[in-house]
Each structure stands twice: as structure tokens, then as C-alpha cells.
């Protein structure tokens, strides 16, 4: 549900939407209660109950309020819920769900107990059910809802709206009308405002005609599909098939839900974390999903570690460098990672341009240059400071300025190589960053004192 | 403007939406197809042109255009154009902005400009705006809309539908009014759904009866206001005053926005950089603003490094531990990001709930044992093959379990703990997490090693 939920007649269906209301959550709350909570807010309680208590509210609830519920909780908990739940109660409250909200919990279950569930339901659901089922799940069509009014392109605006009232009461999006030929092949978009604003007696196909609908197709990356909502400021995006006919609708709840879910991904893949992982990961699950990563962080670190090897007699005989040696690679890293961010959040956050990417790599490798003289400065008076040794310091310096700017550079590439090698710009981009900066580190700065100070 | 564009009248204000239509965008455009646009597209065909043109653009663009393509401009070439505009036109074309949209911009100008641009507005227009812009930019008051549907409480529902249909094509949020007493303290919120669903003969007020509205103050931070929109799925929430009185209204697409700058200064925040720098910011301005946490890194590096001073004659004496040192420092430094990662997020994606987040912190433990157990075996096996000394391989993977257990769980706690001291959970956490990791992971390492090694 994407509107005002109904405080007023407890009687009437919860799919009714209507005011906003989340009453104050009384403790010991009982099922009776239900139905003056906003879902979302019922949601955030059932959460915090055991299991068992989950189930036995789940199975004591209206359908519908444990429709939306459900729908509301957090895709784990979901999850362990349906599983325990009676097969009968959980498909009844499966055939309350909005489709696109079904399938998304559905599709997490194993298949023969999907498959059990969906039997139980009427047909006309489940063939609705299996079918949003076979699309990608990060695609326009598995996040799509397919409860979208239509409308024949040989009505009157009147008759339109007519028609919308009658339907609006079950529907997502009942702000859109999504004007179709018999063959429903999209047209054209009226939204209610539209329509209210219009002459009674013009016919709905008439008033699209010459209108470039923007619409998404069921197999386009739901990050796109984010992209285009936020970039238009639309209500809802329909989702079409190659021919053009309309499979359903993406609407603005579901890309806040997308934007914040990619917003956690870049950070989390960033840094070799699942990107779909969240404080209600079950713990073994993320140590199964870490650990690669841990691993080719490992291997990494092995490949700059014999960088520091190779210079293992110079360090001998200058203990010092060891003392010194980490700071230029950390530095440098810090400022590698600040590159990095910058491009990895262009990369979600605006439409690709080849040209307006390498100038802003460009950009942060003059970042990178003057930042890096900055802090050559800073580290030449420190090391001879503390060494007493001007030439300590200018190894220190000079090391510090080459990694800086290679760093800086590199963070603002990576990203992009990524991309163009059809990877996700930002898992474990910072674990290859450091292998860069961390080895040439290493290597310029011991190479650098190898040369001029022993 | 949240919805819709026209095509098909090119006479009329293009602030009438109607139909969705970025029309294939033609290259060498010229005004007079600016209408055919929508405001989106003409923004980004707009930052492609050189300031000059970018000008000449503007001052020849009907102002209505012209005011929705600057709303959607990125901030820094808004105010340039600003700046270089003629300033009558400049005032013409903020006349015709939202009110939101030309708040935001104004306030970037330097407030000389800004009052002389003020002045030229009518006197009810300049009001307005003065009004807006005396509220925080990252709070309720500084994102909301002034421009929406108030309802008298006496009215029935057929006069409010006659009503808005009066007020529609022109408000934000048409499909949302706001129930009002005589003093304009809000009383309730009917949905265009509602009126349209309900009796014709019923009074709003009466409609509205027990309602427990979802409200904002205009203080409210502008995060928390995109987590409560997201949270209960609404096209837009009210903003009020102390009193109740409602003042705004906060729309999905600003929350949009707000998710999306959100997520960038999280990653950009961490890493040190300046969260609100994106490829547009002059790179002057952002060395300027990454510097203090470079000297912050710096400073804290030659903490670290003066852990591994202490131990400078250890590392004389063996110059491999120099060897296999940073490998344990990366590893559990990178272990800590994860968490670090994982529960920025958390705090970014769901309300703060204290319980929840320790027991984050402990799941992060967990994690960093088991993690930390299985690269302690690899790194054994792997520094007994490499030094063929396993008492070497011990202290490796000693040191290794240890500091990957302390960095998962400060990776944990610091957001937390930033929190608590009322700072941002993710500003520069980065940074402060490799002195931990760091310094832990050399004092550990050296420090076993002195012990068992020499």
C-alpha cells in the first residue's frame, strides 16, 4: 500500500486506504488493535517477538492486516514466519498480499514449499503469482506490482473516471490510468489529475495521442529503473514487454526501498561485505558471504608484502623504515578510499557519461597532487624531525606525493574500470585499492631509501 | 513538479502536467522545443553547455521553462547561472519556481544577491520565500512546499473535490488535503481517494474524526523525515509548528533526493572526504575540505607508527616480521570496515533502537572470531611455509585472530559511539578505525613476537 491507512470503521477492509494514524502502541498490544496500526508500525512490533509469538499472531490476525504486515517485516523474519506458519493460514494471507509484495517473499522460500503454497491458492493467483515469479528479482518485473488500472483508449474522460472510482479502492497506483488498445499495447498515461482537469466529452486516446511515454521494460536493472523515477519525479513507471504491451507498474515506495538498498550495497561491496547484508543477517551467513573476500584481501596483502620482502635487507640495516613505511601506505590509502567514494556514489547517483567519468578521475588526481604536496610537506619536516636526517625525509616526502596522487587516481578509476569490465563499480573496490597503494608504497619508498640511504 | 509533463499543448503553461514524454532530444536545440521536455532532460542538455550559453539559454526560455529546468539543475551550476543571470530575469524566472525549489537555490547565493533578488518579487512572493529561508536547509521547514490543498473542517466532501479540482493544477501534492480549523491548525488528511470513495453529503471535519495524523516539525532533521516517509510509504507528510499549525508539506521526491545525498555522505563521510562532494565540486574546494582529515590520518598513522618505534629494535633483529606485519594490520583493518560498514547502514536504513544496535556489535564479534579463526589457520600455514618456522606462523596467526576480532568489534561500536556523542555515525569512522586496527594489530603482532620470536 502506498497511501493513508483507514483509523475510521474497523469494519471495513484494511485495504481500504484512508487516514494516516499510527495509533500510540499500547503495550500488550492483541490482535483486535491491529487494524488502527499503520502496517508498518505492526510490523516494527512483530519483530521484536520470539517466533513462536510471531506465528501464533500471524494466525490469529485478519487476513489482511496480516497481509500488509507481512509485506512491512524485514525479508528474514518473513521468511521464517511463512515457514512456520500453518501451509493454509500462510496461503490465505499470501492471497491478501499485493502481488508484487507476494512474490518478493515467496521467492525466497525453497522451491517445494513455494510451489505447495501457490497450489493452495485459486488459480487466477497463482498463474499471477508464478508468473511476476519468473522475472529477475533485481529487475523492473520483480519489483513490479500488476494491480494497475487500465483504460481503453475509446473511452471519455468521464467514462474514465467513472471507471477509476469504481477500481481505485484495491489499487497501488489509483493516480495513474494506463490508456491501452485491445491488444493492451500502452499508449499513453493520464494521471487523475489530468482527467479531472479535462473536457468531460474528449476520448482518452485522443488526449495521449503524440505522447512519448516513458516506460521501463521488465528485464532493465532495478537501479535503472530508480534512476529514471528519481530523475522524472514520478509517481510510477509502467513496465512493458518488447512488443510494448503492459506488464505492470514500479512505484515511488518501492525505488525509495531500491535507492536505499543500493545506497547500502555500494557501501557494504565497497568494502568486501555482503551487499545485501543487514544487522538481521543471521551471523553464519555473513561469515560465509565475508570470507572470500577476507581471502583475496589476504592474497593481496601477501602480493605487497613481498614488495616490503624484496627490500627485507635495506629494512636490516635501516630498522626505521619499518617505523615509517606503513604511514605512507595509510595515507595514501585514506586518500585512494576519498577518490573511490566520490566516483562510486557519481556512478549511483547520476546517468553514465564516458567523458564527464575520466574528467572527474582527472579532477581527483589534481585533488590528489596538491593534497599529497600538502601533507610531502607535513611528512618531510615530521620524518627529519624525528630522524634528525633531512634525507629521511625528503624519501618520506617524495614517497608520500608519488602514492598519494597514485592513489587518488587509481580510487577514481577503479570504479570505472569495473564497469566497463561488467562488474558492480564498487565490490571490494576499496581490497584492490589498497593492493595498489599499499605495493607501490612499499616499493616507491623503500625503493626510494634502498637509493639514497643506504 | 512531481508528476507528469504535456506534450500535446504547446500553448499552455508547461506547469499543467498531463503526459509522461521526454521527446528524443535533438541536438543543436533551441528554445521553442524546451517545452516538449520534459524539465529533467532540458536540465541535463543544459549542464553540457559552457556558462555563456548557459545564460543566454535562460534569458531566452519562457520563465515558467525556464524555472522548472533550474530547479532541476545540479546546485553549483544553478548558482552560477544565477550569478551571471541579469537580474531581472533572474527574479522573473524564481517568481515562477515552487517555492521549495527556489528557496533551496536562493540560499546558496550570497545574501546581498539574494535580497536584491528578493526585492524584485512581488511583496507576497518575497515573503514567502524570506519565510522559507529562515529555516535549517536540512530540516523539515527547508525542504517543504508551501503550495497545498487546505480544506476548511466545515466543508463536504463533494465541495472539497469541487475545490481541489479548483486548486489542482497548480498544488505539488494534489492528491492530498489538508483538513484545517479556522486558525489553520491541522486537524486531519483526506486522500483524493477518500473523497472520491466516500458519501457526498459528509463533512471533512467529522471524515477526519479520530484520526492520529503522521506529522513533522519543521525542525526535524531532514534524514528523519525521509526514514518516517519511507517507513509509512505516503506521497507526502505535513509539516507543522509547535502549535500544530501546519506550515509545509514534505513530498516523496524531495525524500528521493534526500535518501540519495544521505547514502553518499555515509560513503563519502567515512572515507574522510566531504559528504555532501560529488564530480561537480571545484576541486579547490575539495582539497580544501579533505585536508583536515588527511592531517587527522596523518596524526593518528604516526601513532600507529610509534607502536612499531617501540619495537624497532625487535625488527633490526628480524627484519621479516617487517615483512609480515602490515599483512595483519590489512587484514583486520579491512575485517573492521565490514562492520563499520554494515552498521553505518543500519543507523542510516532503520530507527534507532539501542538494544538492537549491541546486539549488532556482538553479532559483529562473532563474526570477526570465526573470521579471524579461519584466516589464523591460513596465515599459520602460510608464514611456516614461507619462514619455515612455525613459531613465526604462531605468533602470525595469533596476532592476526586478535586484532580481526578487535576490529570487527570496533568497526562495530564506533558508529555508536559517535552517535552517542552526538556526532555523525560514519564522519571520518574510517579513519579512526585503522588507528585501532593498526596500532592493535603492530603492538600485538610485534609485541608476541618480541615474546616468543627473540
Known amino acids: 500500500m502506498t497511501e493513508l491507512q483507514h483509523t475510521n470503521s474497523p469494519?471495513?477492509?484494511s485495504r481500504d486506504d484512508g487516514f494516516t494514524q499510527p495509533a500510540p502502541q499500547t503495550p500488550g498490544m492483541n490482535p483486535a488493535d491491529a487494524e488502527n496500526l499503520h502496517p508498518a508500525d505492526l510490523a516494527d512490533h512483530l519483530e521484536n517477538l520470539?517466533?513462536?509469538k510471531q506465528v501464533s499472531a500471524f494466525t490469529r490476525l485478519p487476513k489482511e492486516d496480516a497481509a500488509e504486515a507481512l509485506a512491512e517485516l524485514d525479508e528474514t523474519t518473513a521468511v521464517d514466519v511463512l515457514e512456520n506458519l500453518d501451509d493454509d493460514v500462510a496461503a490465505q494471507i499470501i492471497a491478501e498480499m499485493a502481488p508484487d509484495d507476494a512474490a518478493d517473499v515467496l521467492d525466497e522460500l525453497?522451491?517445494?514449499h513455494r510451489d505447495a503454497l501457490l497450489d493452495k491458492l485459486d488459480r487466477e493467483d497463482s498463474e499471477e503469482l508464478r508468473n511476476l515469479l519468473t522475472f529477475d528479482p533485481d529487475t523492473a518485473g520483480g519489483v513490479m506490482n500488476t494491480e494497475l488500472i487500465l483504460l481503453d483508449r475509446s473511452l471519455t474522460v468521464d467514462e474514465a473516471i467513472?471507471?477509476?472510482?469504481?477500481?481505485?479502492?484495491?489499487?497501488?497506483?489509483?493516480y495513474y490510468a494506463y490508456i491501452v488498445d485491445a491488444r493492451h499495447v500502452l499508449v499513453g498515461v493520464l494521471s487523475l489529475r489530468d482527467l479531472m482537469l479535462a473536457r468531460p466529452g474528449v476520448i482518452v486516446g485522443d488526449a495521449v495521442q503524440g505522447q512519448n511515454v516513458v516506460t521501463v521494460r521488465y528485464d532493465m536493472d532495478q537501479r535503472e529503473?530508480?534512476?529514471l523515477l528519481s530523475h522524472y519525479n514520478f509517481l510510477a513507471l509502467p513496465v512493458v514487454d518488447k512488443e510494448g504491451h503492459i506488464l505492470g507498474v514500479v512505484t515511488y515506495d518501492d525505488i525509495m526501498d531500491i535507492i536505499h538498498e543500493e545506497a547500502s550495497a555500494d557501501l557494504l561491496g565497497m568494502v568486501g561485505a555482503d551487499p545485501e547484508e543487514s544487522v538481521d543477517t543471521p551471523w553464519p551467513e555473513s561469515v560465509r558471504r565475508r570470507l572470500p573476500w577476507l581471502f583475496?584481501?589476504?592474497?593481496n596483502s601477501a602480493l605487497s608484502a613481498s614488495v616490503v620482502y624484496m627490500f627485507e635487507g635495506s629494512i636490516a640495516q635501516m630498522a626505521v623504515l619499518a617505523v615509517l613505511m606503513p604511514m605512507v601506505a595509510n595515507q595514501a590509502g585514506n586518500t585512494g578510499q576519498q577518490a573511490l567514494a566520490v566516483m562510486i556514489r557519481q556512478l549511483a547517483t547520476d546517468r553514465f557519461?564516458?567523458?564527464k567519468a575520466w574528467l572527474a578521475v582527472w579532477r581527483e588526481g589534481k585533488i590528489g597532487l596538491v593534497t599529497g604536496l600538502a601533507m610531502a610537506v607535513t611528512a618531510f619536516c615530521g620524518a627529519w624531525v624525528f630522524t634528525g636526517l633531512p634525507a629521511v625525509g625528503l624519501v618520506m616526502a617524495g614517497a608520500l606525493l608519488c602514492d598519494m596522487l597514485l592513489g587518488a587516481m587509481a580510487g577514481g578509476s577503479i570504479p570505472l574500470v569495473f564497469r566497463a569490465l561488467g562488474r558492480d563499480p564498487a565490490q571490494a573496490s576499496s581490497i584492490f585499492l589498497t593492493t595498489i597503494t599499499d605495493g607501490a608504497g612499499f616499493f616507491i619508498f623503500l625503493g626510494l631509501a634502498t637509493l639514497f640511504l643506504l
Chains 1, 2 share one sequence.
Do not use: H, W
Request: aromatic share 4%; glycine share 6%; proline share 3%.
Open 162 to 174: 467513472v471507471y477509476i472510482r469504481s477500481e481505485m479502492a484495491d489499487k497501488e497506483s489509483p
Open 225 to 227: 529503473v530508480a534512476g
Open 296 to 299: 583475496v584481501n589476504m592474497v
Open 353 to 355: 557519461d564516458q567523458k
Open 110 to 112: 525453497d522451491e517445494e
Open 50 to 52: 520470539t517466533l513462536e
Open 11 to 13: 469494519g471495513k477492509s
